[in-house]
């Protein structure tokens, strides 16, 4: 028969844990993007990665159905500077990587150099497969090199995805602090401004006393 809890000292609640981190060691690499790209049009996937991160990505552009001359389009990927990572004309399948300098957001681009004919023009299909941190590196390989066992590399992948998520939180903190920081900078300057401009208005209320004063006296409307 188990014992009861002692009074005053409450179980831990390891039960709701036990299904993130089940979550979390379970979850499956990010799906691959698919779009249609029509005719002489442009779109473009940004997102928002840390600094010193590697980012690995696969894409595939298919010719429309029916189409004689082949998949068209040209890819750039930049970063919020305008700097080139990554460009290739008349791409139609290919891998890319690079790592990153600076926290920053990055844009992939797509435009397609098909023309646009009088009737319905098929639109080209376009797949984008984009990782970075944990999911870029290939631990595959990593196990080779080092001749890890099966067991140490799922170690090693848990090791990366752990750091990885106390580098966001750092992160997360280092923007609080800095929101933080910029608020109360905000509300100091708030706070010098309606005193110079209570000092501006007791000042020139006391101005207009005086004055209205001298023009009365002036006036011997008033001794």
């Known amino acids: 028969m188990p014992l009861p809890p002692l009074p005053g000292r409450p179980r831990l609640g390891r039960a709701p844990l036990l ?13 691959p993007i698919s779009f249609q790209l029509p005719g002489k049009a442009r779109k473009c ?22 189409s004689s001359t082949g998949p068209s389009a ?23 990587a690079f790592t990153t300098e600076d926290y920053d957001m990055f844009e992939a681009c797509f435009e397609s150099k098909l ?20 999911e870029a590196k290939n631990y595959e390989e990593i196990a080779k090199v080092e ?47 309606s005193i110079f401009s209570m000092c501006c208005l007791i000042g020139l209320a006391t101005w207009q006393v005086f004055y209205l004063r001298r023009f009365f006296k002036a006036k011997k409307l008033i001794e």
């Open 115 to 134: 023309p646009v004919g009088t009737g319905r023009m098929p639109d080209q299909l376009v797949t984008l497969d984009m990782k970075h941190g944990v």
């Open 74 to 96: 040209n890819l750039k990927i930049t970063d919020s500077a305008g700097h080139i990572l990554y460009a290739k004309e008349d791409a139609t399948k290919g891998k890319f």
């Open 19 to 31: 299904p993130l981190l089940l979550l979390l060691l379970l979850a499956g690499p990010a799906r």
């Open 147 to 193: 001749k890890l066992k099966p067991l140490e590399v799922e170690l090693r992948r848990l090791e990366d995805l752990s750091e990885s998520i106390v580098n966001d939180f750092a992160y997360m903190k280092k923007r609080e602090e800095e929101m933080r920081d910029t608020n109360e900078s905000t509300n100091t300057r708030v706070l010098y401004f």
């Open 45 to 66: 996937l940004r997102e928002e990665i840390h600094r010193d991160t590697l980012v690995t990505g696969e894409y595939e552009i298919d010719a429309p159905p029916g």
